[in-house]
């Protein structure tokens, strides 16, 4: 058990509508990285927090938002879901986001569109 | 920018033979690098991490890699497989300086059979 928790585990869902993703980072954590991992593209960087603060961008859609809550909590917004939005989104979390950390990940959320 | 090139895709091997899986990478900066292993179902979880000192390093469950600068490869070796260690690899580099930033490789899944 990393302490990353995601919710939900799973999530079923069709396509135009919209999805939240949350992500509790390990407890003193203060920085928070979203990636999305599917089978064509493999493990792609989308968008990383500190202490609420948006500090670097990935590969991530206009139709994709995120941010980070005082509790430090992340949510992952994803709108106007297509098919190809079907994949594994992870959550992982750094004590303050330095080039050294590990980086602890969550154990994802399955998203279907259909 | 960094990048990561894993040129196995899967590697199969016999339990308690040797194994080596193969990254290479290309940046114009200092890097760091990284091993990380997911486990089926599971979130990444980091085997062993390179950030300066001695070319080996050791990480969990037995496995090791070497740092290599000038031919831009970072390896990872294990001398003797258990069929638990069935799971997919992932290099990954990051930049020295700054917030960190992840570029993962495409994965290399190594399959243990009896």
């Known amino acids: 058990d990393s302490g990353v928790t995601q919710t939900p585990k799973h999530l079923i869902t069709a396509t135009g509508q919209r999805v939240t993703l949350r992500c509790s980072p390990r407890s003193g954590d203060l920085s928070v990285y979203w990636y999305q991992q599917s089978l064509d593209q493999g493990l792609q960087f989308l968008i990383q927090?500190?202490?609420?603060?948006?500090?670097a961008k990935g590969n991530i859609l206009e139709r994709f938002s995120a941010q980070q809550f005082p509790d430090l909590h992340s949510e992952l917004n994803l709108s106007s879901l297509e098919l190809g939005d079907s994949a594994l989104y992870f959550c992982a979390s750094t004590l303050s986001g330095a080039s050294t950390d590990t980086q602890y990940f969550g154990p994802g959320t399955r998203l279907t569109v259909l | 920018a960094q990048s990561v090139t894993q040129l196995d895709s899967q590697v199969p091997v016999f339990e308690e033979a040797p194994v080596e899986l193969r990254c290479n990478y290309s940046?114009?900066?200092?890097?760091?690098l990284f091993w990380y292993v997911q486990y089926p179902n599971q979130g990444l979880q980091l085997l062993l991490k390179?950030?300066?000192?001695?070319?080996l390093v050791k990480g969990i469950n037995g496995f090791e890699a070497e740092f290599n600068k000038s031919q831009t490869s970072f390896h990872l070796r294990k001398p003797s497989v258990h069929i638990s260690d069935t799971a997919e690899y992932f290099c990954?580099?990051?930049?020295?300086?700054?917030?960190?930033?992840?570029?993962f490789g495409t994965g290399t899944r190594l399959l243990v059979s009896p």
């Open positions: 927090y500190y202490n609420g603060e948006e500090r």
């Open positions: 940046s114009s900066v200092s890097v760091y």
């Open positions: 390179y950030l300066s000192g001695s070319t």
């Open positions: 990954a580099v990051s930049g020295n300086t700054g917030f960190q930033k992840l570029v």
